[in-house]
């Protein structure tokens, strides 16, 4: 019932930024905490950061705090990720996904379809 549009990805070279997002199609989007992944072939799918339901809270991974930013727009049912220094190993599909609470297990009830980012010269 809940869709999710990722998008924003694209090529860039190392070093550079790419900012992604995701729109979402529920009439009641902060009631949702959402989250971004990623994940790269032949890879388990990486938790990267999620947000809290009014944005007040942050979380990041250690293998991208301090370069990535989660960010969300309750009026326009949106979240956000920034992306700054980015490096090869950054590449992969990035996923946005929505749960009514934070799961450490990556269990979440909606997902996009995805963005593709690639990090390269």
């Known amino acids: 019932q809940v869709q999710l549009v990722e998008s924003g990805g694209g090529l860039v070279q190392p070093g550079g930024s790419l900012r992604l997002s995701c729109a979402a199609s529920?009439?009641?989007?902060?009631?949702?905490?959402m989250v971004w992944f990623r994940q790269a072939p032949g890879k388990e799918r990486e938790f990267l950061a999620y947000?809290?339901?009014?944005?007040?809270?942050?979380l990041y991974a250690d293998s991208v705090k301090g370069r990535f930013t989660i960010s969300r727009d309750n009026t326009k049912n949106t979240v956000s990720l920034g992306m700054n220094n980015l490096e090869p190993e950054d590449t992969a599909v990035y996923y946005c996904a929505a749960g009514s609470l934070y799961s450490p297990e990556g269990k979440y009830d909606y997902w996009g379809q995805g963005t593709r980012v690639t990090v390269s010269s």
């Open positions: 947000i809290t339901k009014s944005g007040l809270g942050k």
């Open positions: 529920t009439r009641t989007f902060s009631n949702y905490v």
